[in-house]
């Protein structure tokens, strides 16, 4: 096992060790485990009062700390062969890849209040691409320059390792951030969803736990695995209940000229309740026990909610089975040891980094909708003349549809 990184040892290093001791080593670990998952969860429901720039913050934060934990495993193999300048340009193009990827985002939704506000921000609106690509260019010429002759295979594996960890940890977190800004309910209900199916998977597996699951990670079992899925689609349709009845968590993050900022929208049709025809099968089933069931009042977003519930049971563990792959291949137990019992940071958050993708591109491609106040920011962006170029060119075409 490699030595050189921080590991897990179990322990706190506080009175707490003393205190658990006299536990056998089985349940001290489990107890550890479960008082740190406590303060994680307490901290996290204190962030989300906060609001979204507190939880931005936060995931920019892990962020960073989940890609100071994997570059630094790359940094003990490059350090050994002491070259220079692939810490520095791994950071910079962190800098480089959040710039672009974060500017994008607030382009897209402040645009207006960029391009209108401060004369300095103007530019970086405007020209936000542009600056993007010299800053990433500038990170390539630098590492050309610093290549040496005899090590060039492994400085070029390095370079791909850097740009790797930004598409999994950098590209990953932006689109949980974007999951914040389309409303606080798709950032809330499919991180606690991760976060279930992780507590009741242990719990199930430590109690009941005897088929193993899969060899990269030998605790894993089937138990595990099947009771923390049904705990999990349990859960999330208690919580999405919770959080519809809220505007504060249905409702986008967005900027108009007449409101500013808020968090003030008319509600989707997914958070409105609908009604819908019960099958003649169910009716039946139902009327057997002397129920009349015809009509299920539901709110269409419980649907969704089953959908983020299954993947963060079936799919998403298997960002944990990477990490663990990762892990075996560079021959150490933990990315780290920022939380005692659990590891790492990225030891936690590997499942979420891929349940945030999978909901904002589920978003993006089912829920999105047509949004004409979108296009309305685009256009008011545009200088004068080119505002009313397009008004006229709008005009011609509605008037050819027979619209006008």
């Known amino acids: 096992m490699n030595t050189s990184l921080p590991q897990d040892t179990g322990k706190t290093g506080t009175s707490i060790d003393d205190a658990i001791s006299k536990i056998p080593q089985r349940w001290r670990n489990w107890t550890i485990r479960g008082m740190f998952s406590i303060v994680m969860i307490c901290g996290f429901f204190g962030i989300i009062y906060l609001g979204p720039l507190a939880l931005v913050t936060l995931v920019m934060l892990i962020q960073i700390k989940c890609f100071h934990e994997i570059i630094s495993i790359g940094y003990i193999v490059y350090k050994s062969q002491k070259l220079p300048y692939f810490r520095t340009l791994s950071w910079y193009f962190l800098v480089t890849t959040n710039y672009f990827l974060y500017g994008e985002s607030l382009i897209d939704r402040f645009g207006i209040l ?11 609106a405007t020209y936000h691409r542009f600056i993007s690509l010299c800053m990433y260019l500038a990170g390539f010429l630098g590492f050309v320059l610093s290549l040496v002759k005899k090590h060039y295979l492994r400085q070029f594996t390095l370079f791909g390792y850097t740009h790797v960890t930004l598409l999994l940890i950098v590209t990953q977190s932006h689109f949980i951030i974007n999951n914040i800004f389309n409303g606080l309910i798709w950032f809330l209900l499919s991180t606690t969803l991760v976060i279930c199916n992780d507590i009741w998977a242990y719990i199930f597996g430590f109690f009941f736990g005897k088929t193993p699951l899969i060899k990269l990670s030998p605790k894993k079992t089937w138990e595990g695995f099947i009771g923390g899925g049904f705990a999990t689609i349990i859960y999330g349709i208690l919580c999405a209940y919770a959080l519809i009845r809220f505007d504060f968590f249905v409702c986008p993050i967005s900027y108009s ?13 997914v958070f409105q309740v609908a009604h819908y025809n019960v099958p003649a099968t169910v009716k039946s089933l139902f009327a057997l026990v002397g129920v009349e069931l015809t009509i299920l009042k539901l709110y269409p977003f419980i649907f969704h909610t089953i959908m983020m519930a299954c993947f963060a049971s079936l799919i998403g563990p298997f960002g944990g089975f990477f990490a663990s792959g990762f892990k075996r291949a560079f021959k150490i137990k933990d990315f780290g040891d920022s939380i005692p019992g659990h590891g790492g940071l990225m030891d936690r958050f590997d499942c979420q980094l891929l349940m945030g993708t999978f909901v904002y591109v589920y978003y993006i491609t089912f829920l ?9 920011k685009m256009v008011l962006q545009m200088k004068q003349e080119e505002q009313l170029e397009f008004f006229s ?11 006008l």
């Not at 060119?393 to 619209?403: C, F, H, P, R």
């Open 368 to 376: 999105s909708p047509a949004n004409p106040e979108r296009l309305l």
């Open 257 to 269: 000229e007449s409101q500013g900022i808020s968090m003030q929208c008319e509600r989707s049709h």
């Open 393 to 403: 060119l709008l005009q011609t075409a509605l008037k050819g549809q027979g619209q």
């Open 114 to 124: 960029l391009s209108r506000g401060d004369q300095f921000m103007q530019p970086f």
